[in-house]
T-cell receptor, first 116, second 116 residues
């Protein structure tokens, strides 16, 4: 069975500081990895995804994540955060071999708070 | 192009009543997923439906919960005889087809169910 662990439930940082949100997964088969962001009272939005190819993936707003197979990790990073990045971030894994290909297993979420 | 529409946004029910949550997928999407987010937890998969078919309901509680996606109209998640433990945010997501990772899940803003 797949599982996702987000090691930090809350991460407070100052504006313009770098941040890393940690995510580890377990799966017995090939995986596809995702980061979603949830702003207050909204649904989840896809931030970035790893399907295959380059292990470093980037989003349009400066986030990046690196797939590390040996460490079973997919940590999310941003070199300089902005107040508008305040949100909850969810790491998710999907197993393509099951019938519902978009059936995601989510981590518990990390609440990122940016302080001025 | 309207996104995934869920209604109501907030729903309050007394113990023992029925709750009906509605989800209209994005235009052109024929696949619907329901996820539940309990307080301080990540999202948990409940059920995956296509028009008139339940594809995977492995995450649905065995009793009181049911889902449908009729040929016409929105998908409905129905909870009979609600209990306090059903209080959660219920998210619907849609996708255009089951095997395309280039089409990520699109989430609605959720229905927040409170059972008093």
């Amino acid at each position: 069975a797949q599982s996702v662990t987000q090691l930090d439930s809350q991460v407070p940082v100052f504006e313009e500081a770098p941040v890393e949100l940690r995510c580890n997964y377990s799966s017995s088969v090939s995986v596809y990895l995702f980061w979603y962001v949830q702003y207050p009272n909204q649904g989840l939005q896809l931030l970035l995804k790893y399907l295959s190819g380059s292990t470093l993936v980037e989003s349009i707003n400066g986030f990046e994540a690196e797939f590390n197979k040996s460490q079973t990790s997919f940590h999310l990073r941003k070199p300089s955060v902005h107040i508008s990045d305040t949100a909850e971030y969810f790491c998710a894994v999907s197993d393509r071999l099951i019938q519902g290909a978009q059936k995601l297993v989510f981590g518990q979420g990390t609440r990122l708070t940016i302080n001025p | 192009n309207a996104g995934v529409m869920q209604n109501p946004r907030h729903l309050v029910r007394r113990r023992g009543q029925e709750a009906r949550l509605r989800c209209s997928p994005m235009k052109g999407h024929s696949h619907v997923y329901w996820y539940r987010q309990l307080p301080e937890e990540g999202l948990k998969f409940m059920v995956y439906l296509q028009k008139e078919n339940i594809i995977d309901e492995s995450g649905m509680p065995k009793e009181r919960f049911s889902a449908e996606f009729p040929k016409e109209g929105p998908s409905i998640l129905r909870i009979q005889q609600v209990v306090r433990g059903d209080s959660a945010a219920y998210f619907c997501a849609s996708s255009p087809n089951w095997d395309s990772y280039n089409s990520p899940l699109h989430f609605g803003n959720g229905t927040r169910l409170t059972v008093t």
